[in-house]
C-alpha cells in the first residue's frame, strides 16, 4: 500500500487542483497525476471527476476524503511539531494579509527572513476579508480588530496598532474647501473600506466624536483603490500614514484635521491553535514584532 498516493490525493483535494497540489508539494503536475492514477487503479474506483475547466470529488472520493484527510492533516501537524522542536527554519511558510499590511509590514520581514534561512520558502496570499487560518491551511493569517475574529479554535495575538488620518488631494479642497471638524466630512464624498461605517476622532483633551458614513462614494477593501481615488481627487479616505506616506511627501495627498487622532488600526495574528510553534512561524513573528516593538 502506497500511503504517499493517499497523501497526495488529500492535497489535491485540499488544494483544488492538480496545479496547486503540485505547487502546494514541490512536485511536477504529472507525479501528481500519475500518484492519483495509481491510487484509483488500487481501489478500483474513480476518485475525482476531471474537466477541461474544473476538478471535483466523486461521492467515493468525498467519502474517502473525509474518512482520511483528518489523520494526514494531523500528520503533518505532528512533523511540523518536531521541526519547532530541531528549529528548523525550512519549507513553506503560508500567510494571509490584507494589502494594506502585506504590503508595507510584512514584505520587508519576509524578505528579511528568505535571505537569511535559504531553505525557506514564502507564500504571501492578498486576501480582502477576514480569514480564518484553518480554512486553507494557513501558518499566519492576519486581520484587523474590527472584521470580526474566528473563534477560540484559532490563536489571537496582538502584532500592531496603526497611526490612521484622513487625507484628501489638494483638487479636491480646492473644490469643495477644507474641513475643519469630524462633522464636516459629512458633507464631502467618502471613501471607504469593509469596515468604515463610522469613523472616530479623539480630541486632545481625551474626548470623542464620531462621524457615520451611511452612503460613501467609494466602498472597496482594497485599500490601494481607495488611495489611488483619493489622489485622484475623488474623496477623502481613511488611510494609514504608512501607507500614503510618499503620496503626502509629494504633495498629491493632505492630510485633514492634524489636530485629531484617528482610531488607530489594530492588527492581530491569528494562528491554528498547534502544541508547539513551528520554527518558521516563531521566527518570523519575532521579526515582525521586532518591526512593531511589542514582544512576540
Known sequence: ?????????????????????????????????????????????????RTTRQMR????????????????????EARADALAQGEAIAGTLRIAAPYEFGAHHLGP???????????LK?????????????????????????????????????MFSLERG?????ALLERQGTPKTPQALAEMPLLCGAADMRWTFTHADGSSE??????????SGNANVRLQAAIAGLGVARITATFCEEAVQAGRLRRLLPGLA?????????????????????????ALGRQAGVAT
Open 57 to 76: 470529488a466523486t461521492d467515493a472520493g468525498d467519502s474517502l476524503y473525509h474518512g482520511i484527510g483528518p489523520l494526514f492533516i494531523g500528520l503533518r
Open 1 to 49: 500500500m502506497n500511503w504517499d498516493d493517499y497523501d497526495v490525493f488529500c492535497h489535491v483535494i485540499e488544494q483544488g487542483g492538480f496545479s496547486a497540489a503540485a505547487r502546494e508539494t514541490g512536485r511536477p503536475k504529472s507525479t501528481i497525476s500519475a500518484a492519483i492514477a495509481r491510487l484509483e487503479e488500487a481501489l478500483g474506483m474513480r476518485l475525482l471527476e
Open 210 to 219: 464620531s462621524v457615520a458614513v451611511p452612503t460613501p462614494r467609494l466602498h
Open 262 to 286: 484617528c482610531e488607530p488600526l489594530r492588527v492581530y495574528a491569528l494562528l491554528p491553535a498547534r502544541r508547539l510553534m513551528p520554527a518558521k512561524v516563531r521566527m518570523f513573528l519575532d
Open 166 to 170: 484622513v487625507y484628501a488631494a489638494p
Open 122 to 158: 514564502v507564500r504571501l496570499d492578498v486576501e480582502h476579508e477576514p480569514v480564518n487560518p484553518l480554512e486553507k491551511r494557513y501558518d499566519i493569517a492576519f486581520a484587523m480588530l474590527e472584521s470580526g475574529l474566528p473563534g477560540s479554535s484559532v490563536v489571537q495575538r496582538r
Open 109 to 119: 520581514v519576509a524578505c528579511e527572513l528568505m535571505a537569511r534561512y535559504p531553505r
